[in-house]
């Protein structure tokens, strides 16, 4: 009883996203037209290559078909059938190139292997793990040892038992609904009505797969322009000369503030002059002084 009740509520946890995905990859194949509209794009060069044999005109194909496009070599050519359907959407209907993206759940589902039945399955066993907890306190509360706490252990397990009793209730009717919207989708490709799940999403996902590659290959994304690095306020300016780095480098930053000397600040519109003086007599080298003359010096020399 204590292991059950320990293990369901992980259990549940981990088996959520299972669900949720299955019923997303389920909703995905009914509701996309893109996905139709590619097949019927296949169907309509089959039926071309096909003319005039037994194999031409036909209403339909299995999906399991989708894995041989990428086979069908032209002559002398490396491209495939793939090749041409992409090349075919891209002139006469742009929007379908991105079937993967508008599918992503599909792949998802056959990459974790996901089966319909497995998951009705496991809420099934989820259901019956309530009902033999239920079952193991009525017989607990049979000996006496256990009469005189017997009603909290059964108040505590019934709240428990009810609790995730409506989670897996949701959970349910969640597959369910997922079942139902699987046969509808078998029934609208035309599979058969015992094909598993798991073999009918790794048969669209390795098309989709496929699908996304080639297309790459033929019209790859563009590539990002490279950044200009620019120079940063505080950098260094190093001379190619040989010597003492820290004698060969000039600040960038900003001008150190000296100290005011008591005098009154000036008004923003009082006229400033300044006394003519005789331009220095003195270019900058990058051969600096090992020891940088300080702002007191440079005022100096000003003076």
Not at 25 to 34: G, P
Not at 81 to 93: A, F, G, P, R, S
Not at 217 to 243: C, D, H, N, Y
Request: charged share 25%; proline share 7%.
């Amino acid at each position: 009883l204590l292991f059950t009740t320990r293990e369901l509520p992980s259990d549940i946890e981990l088996f959520q996203p299972a669900l949720n995905l299955a019923w997303e990859a389920c909703r995905q194949l009914d509701v996309s037209e893109s996905f139709v509209n590619i097949l019927q794009y296949v169907l309509a060069i089959g039926n071309y290559l096909n003319n005039g044999t037994m194999k031409g005109g036909a209403y339909g194909f299995k999906l399991s078909s989708l894995e041989k496009l990428a086979d069908f070599r032209a002559n002398q050519s490396k491209s495939t059938l793939l090749h041409y359907l992409i090349l075919q959407l891209h002139k006469c209907d742009n929007d379908l190139l991105h079937i993967r993206e508008e599918m992503d759940s599909v792949v998802k589902a056959a990459d974790n292997n996901i089966s319909t039945k497995s998951i009705m399955a496991e809420l099934e066993v989820m259901q019956r793990q309530l009902d033999k907890i239920d079952r193991n306190v009525n017989k607990i509360c049979e000996h006496k040892a256990m009469s005189q706490s017997c009603d909290k252990l059964k108040s505590e397990v019934k709240e428990f038992v009810d609790e995730y009793r409506v989670e897996i209730k949701k959970m349910d009717d969640k597959g369910k609904e997922m079942m139902e919207t699987y046969t509808k989708i078998l029934v609208k490709f035309g599979e058969p009505p015992s094909t598993d799940s798991e073999d009918f999403f790794t048969s669209v996902a390795v098309f989709l797969k496929q699908f996304q590659r080639i297309h790459r290959e033929l019209f790859p994304p563009p590539k990002p322009s490279p950044r200009v690095q620019r120079p940063r306020v505080g950098a260094m300016i190093t001379s190619p000369e040989g010597g003492d780095p820290s004698s060969q480098r000039i600040s960038l930053s900003r001008p150190q503030v000296l100290p005011t000397t008591g005098e009154p600040n000036m008004q923003i519109n009082e006229k400033v002059s300044f006394p003519k003086r005789n331009p220095i007599q003195k270019s900058l080298t990058l051969d600096a002084p090992r020891t940088p003359p300080t702002a007191v010096r440079h005022v100096n020399q000003l003076e």
